[in-house]
């Protein structure tokens, strides 16, 4: 059975940090690229960001470009998020995807 399963969301300040983990399993995750992808409240869905199999090659979205970082270790099984200097906008559903797969996403809130 094919998961993907979000953790590490939370509520943070501006200006915090957070790291988002995607654990996969049911597949060959380092078969596959990650990507990364958020919601917000009566928004679309926008992509965040992609890395490749092995992680040689990271993309961003230009809001948050120079703030994150995407991550995978092949070994666990798990891609990651590296969220920095957080502003209220990046305030939504976050959520992995692989091999067509979705996870069911990780709320992340930025307020103070």
């Known amino acids: 059975q094919v998961q993907l399963v979000e953790s590490g969301g939370g509520l943070v300040q501006p200006g915090g940090s957070l790291r988002l983990s995607c654990a996969a399993s049911?597949?060959?995750?380092?078969?596959?690229?990650m990507r990364w992808y958020r919601q917000a409240p009566g928004k679309e869905r926008e992509w965040v960001a992609t890395?490749?199999?092995?992680?040689?090659?990271?993309t961003y979205a230009d809001s948050v470009k120079g703030r994150t970082t995407i991550s995978r270790d092949n070994a666990k099984n798990t891609g990651y998020l590296q969220m920095n200097s957080l502003k209220p906008e990046d305030t939504a559903v976050y959520r992995c995807?692989?091999?067509?797969?979705w996870g069911q996403g990780t709320q992340v809130t930025v307020s103070s």
């Open positions: 890395i490749n199999t092995v992680g040689g090659t990271t």
């Open positions: 995807n692989a091999n067509g797969y």
């Open positions: 049911g597949f060959t995750f380092s078969n596959y690229a």
